[in-house]
């Protein structure tokens, strides 16, 4: 599985964070970013929860 944030999207509210810090993380531009190149196994329904839980689905996995 992969995560990406669409930082046009992403308003730095830091829920994907709060909810997957394995995963998620802060950009140099204050944004949220992917900070793996592929989700472990088992951070995957973590990593799904914070996609489901972004306000402006910015927040893409597959």
Do not use: R, Y
């Amino acid at each position: 599985m992969h995560a990406e944030v669409d930082q046009d999207l992403c308003i730095s509210c830091g829920a994907c964070i709060d909810i997957c810090p394995d995963v998620f993380d802060w950009n140099s531009d204050e944004k949220a970013h992917s900070i793996v190149d592929e989700v472990p196994s088992e951070l995957e329904e973590q990593a799904s929860e914070a996609a489901e839980g972004c306000p402006t689905d910015a927040i893409t996995v597959n």
